[in-house]
């Protein structure tokens, strides 16, 4: 039995890019996508080449380019959508960088690393660009853009929360709030809050009325005198009556 060859991994700057809405504007007009495509190529492949990284991975309108510095794949990712959000003919772009661990496949890259990149590019807003908590630790003070924080949430396909940055900079789009970018998907099933005291005693008077008219009711019809119902009635004003000193207890 042939063995495999080993698997090789190595420490880099993962950057996921894939077109906004390529397949609806292909479905209206094939041939000004792919040339609005081409056109955002040429800016995507320019700023990833003069920053010294290299694109790994395509995929007709997405791409998968790594780099070396995390600060030089961070100032391409803003290169790109600086240039591309003003460009009203080219193809607009969602961009995701990671730093993180990968498989080499040839000229490819595999792995969590890759997947955590694109999944930050899919929850990127059209024009702008989500990164992980590992770039802002290797970046942060060392370009003229902010990272803002938008809390944990779980992207698709991951079980694991994550830390989401939108990196703030002039001519990149940013979203506004956290429900806008990833809803946060709960892991286990919520916890309902215990209902508010007051409540919750006006709920077991209502209650205790409607059970003690029924049961005067039954005692008028059955024409036996006061008996066992007044006995019942007597029982829920007494259990009413130790609710209400417990609820004055607790409140005062």
């Not at 955590?116 to 003070?141: K, M, P």
């Not at 916890?191 to 005291?197: I, K, L, R």
Request: glycine letters at 10%; one cysteine or more; charged letters at 20%.
């Amino acid at each position: 039995m042939s063995q495999l060859p080993d698997i090789k991994r190595k420490l880099t700057t993962i950057l996921s890019a894939d077109a906004a809405n390529y397949s609806g504007r292909m479905a209206r007009n094939e041939v000004d996508t792919v040339q609005a495509l081409r056109r955002a190529r040429r800016v995507i492949d320019a700023a990833i080449f003069t920053r010294g990284g290299r694109i790994a991975n395509t995929s007709g309108d997405g791409l998968i380019a790594e780099f070396s510095s995390v600060v030089e794949g961070v100032a391409a990712a803003v290169t790109i959508q600086r240039e591309l959000n003003v460009m009203p003919d080219a193809l607009p772009f969602r961009i995701g960088v990671h730093l993180g661990d990968v498989i080499i496949e040839g000229d490819d890259l595999l792995g969590d690393g890759v997947n955590l990149a694109a999944r930050l590019q899919e929850n990127a807003v059209v024009g702008g660009i989500l990164v992980s908590r590992q770039v802002v630790d290797h970046a942060r003070g060392r370009l003229d853009v902010e990272f803002r924080p938008l809390g944990p949430a779980t992207p698709k396909n991951l079980i694991e929360e994550i830390a989401l940055y939108a990196v703030l900079a002039d001519g990149v789009a940013a979203p506004g709030d956290l429900a806008s970018v990833a809803p946060r998907v709960d892991l286990q099933p919520p916890h309902h809050t215990s209902q508010d005291p007051v409540a919750a005693f006006r709920k077991s008077c209502r209650r205790a009325a409607l059970a003690a008219g029924v049961l005067v009711i039954i005692d008028i019809f059955n024409g036996a005198g006061p008996g066992w119902p007044a006995l019942v009635i007597t029982a829920i004003g007494v259990s009413l009556l130790l609710k209400w000193r417990n609820l004055r207890a607790t409140k005062g």
